[in-house]
């Protein structure tokens, strides 16, 4: 079946700016994250939803950064106001349930490399 | 928070030779590890995992060894490949919720 999907591949921006990228999980799939990737750097987690709840929204690094999931499955990550730190690959991955003790795999997307001029 | 430290951050083999990368984790919390392998350009696409519970999973050419007094775990690639050549992360999961913290990462190549 089709993979996490997510639009666009590359985003060129201006600072300052406010940027969009989204997410399609796998179908079925409850659980979605969205993790940051800099260049030579393993990915870091930003936002974890399950269902259409933030379920831990720890790894924001500031109130520009903000992800819904309104139906409880497209996701959108938000920036307001871009900064040229923002830049790196913006990475979402879904997995099914997460129960107390169960750990399913996370399935990745193919990233938005998002480039702020 | 978690931590996970990784080693080494490249690595070169000659073909058919054996690959050990190494990462710890500061969490005692932590229940589950998985490996990820990302291609140049790709998404990482995980190869193993590990959970708590056990001290060693393998498939095939790959394994995967925890010891959790110590807290760390390592992955070990037998008879490498030249598609085996791309880059590895480690990563750890808390007991509660399933945001995974990773490594930084190491670079392999694999010499024919």
């Known amino acids: 079946g089709a993979g996490v999907s997510q639009t666009p591949s590359n985003k060129v921006t201006e600072k300052g700016k406010y940027v969009e990228l989204r997410c399609d999980p796998i179908?079925?799939?409850?659980?979605l994250y969205w993790y940051r990737q800099s260049l030579g750097q393993g990915p870091e987690f930003l936002i974890y939803f399950q269902g259409t709840g933030a379920a831990d929204d720890s790894g924001l690094p500031n109130d520009r950064f903000f992800a819904v999931r309104p139906e409880g499955s497209v996701s959108t990550l938000k920036i307001q106001r871009t900064e040229r730190g923002d830049s790196a690959v913006y990475l979402c991955a879904s997995s099914l349930t997460w129960t107390s003790g169960v750990y399913n795999e996370q399935f990745f997307g193919p990233g938005t490399r998002l480039t702020v001029l | 928070g978690e931590n996970v430290e990784q080693h080494p951050s490249t690595l070169s083999v000659q073909e058919g030779d054996s690959a050990v990368i190494k990462c710890t984790y500061s969490?005692?919390?932590?229940?589950?590890f998985p490996w990820y392998k990302q291609e140049l350009g790709k998404r990482p696409q995980l190869i193993i995992d590990?959970?708590?519970?056990?001290g060693e999973k393998k498939d095939q050419r790959i394994a995967v060894t925890l010891n959790k007094t110590a807290k760390h775990f390592s992955l070990h690639i037998t008879e490498t490949q030249p598609e085996d050549s791309a880059v590895y992360f480690c990563?750890?999961?808390?007991?509660?919720?399933?945001?995974?913290?990773f490594g930084g990462g190491t670079r392999v190549l694999v010499k024919p």
């Open positions: 969490d005692s919390a932590s229940n589950y």
């Open positions: 990563a750890a999961s808390p007991a509660a919720g399933n945001k995974l913290t």
């Open positions: 179908s079925g799939h409850t659980a």
């Open positions: 590990i959970r708590s519970n056990v």
